[in-house]
Nanobody
């Protein structure tokens, strides 16, 4: 089994910053793409940012220039640095990882439980 645990969420004023972390642990051989998604109440979950093993990144248009995704492969950890936060960034942020595990059945996408980010006006 592989587990992803997020941390770093909280309440912040508009214009402020937060850094989210997500650490993967378990029967991991390697991790390909890692990503952050978010979901506001009554809204669809959306991709915020993704990073591949080689370091290439993709961002939602709404966060380009404000958010930065990075990873530490030695720690199996992905980060999301969020700057210039806006109220519309509020939501539950979930990390996800495409994992190559020690078994074929364990090799799949895994999701964390989510961490709440609230941006006040």
């Amino acid at each position: 089994q592989v587990q992803l645990v997020e941390s770093g969420g909280g309440l912040v004023q508009a214009g402020g910053s937060l850094r989210l972390s997500c650490a993967a642990s378990g029967s991991i051989v390697s991790i390909n793409t890692m990503a952050w998604h978010r979901q506001a109440p009554g809204k669809q979950r959306e991709l915020v940012a993704a990073i591949i093993g080689g370091g290439g990144t993709n961002y939602a248009d709404s966060v380009k220039g404000r958010f930065a995704i990075s990873r530490d492969n030695a720690k199996n950890t992905v980060y999301l640095q969020m700057n210039s936060l806006k109220p519309e960034d509020t939501g539950v942020y979930y990390c996800a990882a495409a994992v190559i595990a020690t078994t074929i059945s364990g090799s799949r996408a895994y999701w964390g439980q989510g961490t709440q980010v609230t941006v006040s006006s």
